[in-house]
């Protein structure tokens, strides 16, 4: 089929069309073999990102397949997976895929019963792991734990060849079952989904079509792998040879995500509505394609992520039926909200109670049939005969021996043939997208000796969510506590399965037919701890954020300091919203954990205290400006190099971009009034008094604030040394602004706008927001209108006040930039003046700043076994290289001890992220060096930066050469200010290529 352009090997004996999880996992492996597969970074620092790509992950999986194959797995077998989302888990069901069989994920962090359970119930003997995630598992499989480092030798020893049908141990059909997905079960144990090849390509096709997914996409995967979720996304992602980027395990909503979005430039998001309504949209231009599923979908939604280029669908599908059946079209604020008409090859049906059809715009109960129907609940046959029928239709559509999944969903076609989603047929209700059985938990509770009944429904809680709540009587004379028993299911029982109340019943309600009467149970009281008014500010912010998030009703609702998160309803996505909100309050940034470590006011309040030894720092952008606003420390340093000689242009910033089409030329001159307008570093000099530079905003109505944007017409072969000379030509920042734009003309449709700044008005990270502005005044000013954004948070200058008044003066020996600038100097003292390297050149004793580029391209197989070095010795391949690095620079010195600078970014507050200015900064790794062994050198894990002393804002290595006189010849560590374009600069009307 068009969905899947590889040629498999293990096609060549197989007559049916429909393809295997295998080929569709590797379809875009020949096409994209050195497109980046995955990208994942467990903590969001640059070192210890990680990336693989599609020969690579095709390579390593075939020789785990071959290991796994060798331990007789294949068609018809079960292999568990239990890792949590990472690289290793997509590579384990890669592997399994190839064996040919069905892999079970199992969630490490499920109670151990649980795990035992599931193990035992599939009858998968045989599991793959990673060392952190084996101790979780118990012993009833076997588990291969892929980064060990024997294990990882072995298996690295098997060819990395892609795996045909002569290597598996018998022969694979599309009727083999794919993988199994455990579910909530109605009898109190989980139930096995045994889920075939047979639908899954219809259902890639549809996705690819309904979902604009091409190889440029790059798409998150947030949902646990133990989720069926999970394999969807990685299938509609790998099928189009596209990037998936893996979120840690951590995160799965609020800030953290929508910082992952936003640093990975994420451009299609599959995700439920409720995490995607702990994301804020702002800053998240690059996201073109929403799809939302598992939940209803609020309307408000809809219109807070509606953008002129963002499509937002909402799709539906059990497990039971390949992941997803439906899709709606795009929807729009303010219309109607629903499913959409099932996927070609899917059949749905609307029934009454009586298995008739019921008419359109009448709710029956949503039927659906086609290949995409799992085999059925594994080892469960009454339970599969009940979900899946005959067909009642099968005769006259003549397909004999057709089967209906009867989904429990309810439902009604509306006048545009499309579907509605309306409610439950049973008693299920979901929770976090998933469908909860809630006789499971019925069970777990009445398994405790001190209860005789129970029974759970779903309520709605003061927060506005759907919480599960669960009503007992208990045994006579049983005085076992809610809370005991809330810990005792939750042995069993899945975390968010676990009640968010249980309630005691003196008397089980029943109606007249003697059935439990739901409606008459009481009301739960969601009822927090004995009053004990919050103490501290940090107690106060968390308490009151509590309560707006859990009371939301209820103005003059209180909060103590003894109240727990959970205990008052919260859940998962609600904690997101709720460190979100503190942080805010607090003026810092805390990590989820920290809540579900200590979800009471008080104990939250003292972590947060506690956390890095935070001192409270006053707000950015509160403090009033002095009469001559001081520089920033960075700037201090571009300052000093600039008076020394102003006509060097090493510290400009250029971009230079071509421009092919319409361009109204005042439209531009226009949008970069409005730019300079709006970030005040691009109008500001930097002017002296007694030696000592500050920063001077001019206003607008100065001649010198707003750049001259002249265009000079010029032939092509000229462009490159007219470029040149314009990013070549110094600033002097004292009497001028330092911004310099330019525009050639090389015909009447096409030119080349160049743009240069000085370093002490903007970093590499800045080109983004003045592309991105200049490109949103442009759009306005073409049409006639002036542009609408958001105010900035803060300016630079702002920035400068504030980190100068909580760093404190040099002078002063107790403040924080004294005590870390003497960290700094104590640190680095002893190293020499300059690291003796044998050079081919002698070093000039005035620096020319002359150089050259060498360029060239390490093989794939050195690059591979690089990867598998590094990750046999649990370390990033930044701190394998630059232990190299270090190696080679230690033999050529004869020294042991290398310290090497490198750059970092130097913003941390929300506020400075859309802000043009110079935060750069650069960081001192220094190693100490075994010169005759890299492994060594790694072992002994001394790639680490040097921490300096604790604060929300640290003086780093640049700083400290700003403050304080230097060796004449020690090189002061100059950082990359190579810039990255916002993707969306190019002007309306027109193309460019930067």
Known sequence: MASVPRKAHGNRRRRSGSPLLGQLLTASVEAAADTVAIRFNPTGTPADQREISYRELDARSSQLARELIGRGAGPGDMVAIGITRSIESVLAVWAVAKTGAAYLPVDPAYPADRIEYLLADSGATLGLTIGACRAALGDTAHWIEIDDALAAKRIGRYPAHTISYTDRVRALTEQHPAYVIYTSGSTGQPKGAVVTHTGLGGFVTAGHRHFGITSA??????????????????????????????????????????????????????????????????????????????????????????????????????????????????????????????????GSYILDARLRLVPDGLVGELYLSGPALAQGYHRRPGLTAGRFIASPFAVENGMAGQRLYRTGDLVRRNESGNIEYVGRADHQVKIRGLRIELGEIDSALMAHGGVDYAATLGRTMPSGDTGLVSYVLLSPGSDVSTGELAAFVGQSLPAYIVPAAIVVLDEIPLTPVGKLDRAALPEPVFAGRKFRAPATRAEVAVAQVFAELLRPDDPAARVGADDDFFELGGNSLLATRAVARIGSALGMRVPVHLLFEASSVAALAERISKEGEREQWPELGSLPRPERVPLSFAQQRMWFLNRFDPENAVDNIPLAVRLTGALDIEALRDAAGDLVARHEVLRTIYPDVDGEGYQLVLPLGDSRAVPELSLEEAAAAEIPGRVAAVAAAGFDITVAPPIRLRLFGIGAAEHVLVAVIHHIAGDGVSMGPLTRDLMTAYARRARGLAPEWAPLAVQYADYAVWQREILGSEDDPDSPLARQIGFWRDTLADLPDELALPCDRNRPPVATYRGGTFAFRIDDEIYAATRLFAESRNITLFMLVHAALAVLLARLSGTRDIAIGTPVAGRGAAELDDLIGMFVNTLVLRTAVDPHSVSRTCSERSVTPISAPSGRRTCHSNDWCSCSTRPAHRPATRSSRSCSPSRTWPPPGSNSQA
């Open 217 to 346: 996409a790059r798409i998150p995967q947030v949902c646990s792998p133990s989720f069926d979720f999970s394999l969807l996304i990685e299938l509609l992602t790998f099928n189009a040879g596209a990037t998936l980027v893996i979120a840690p395990p951590g995160v799965f909503g609020g800030a953290e995500l929508a910082e992952l979005l936003w640093r990975e430039h994420v451009t299609h998001v599959l995700i439920t509505p409720g995490a995607l309504e702990s994301v804020d949209p702002a800053g998240l231009g690059e996201v073109t394609s929403l799809a939302v599923g598992g939940e209803a979908l609020p309307p408000e939604l809809i219109t807070r992520w509606d953008a002129p280029h963002r499509s937002f669908r909402n799709i539906y599908g059990p497990t039971e039926a390949t992941m997803i059946v439906t899709s709606s079209a795009a929807l729009t604020p303010g219309g109607p909200i629903d499913i959409g008409s099932t996927f070609a090859g899917v």
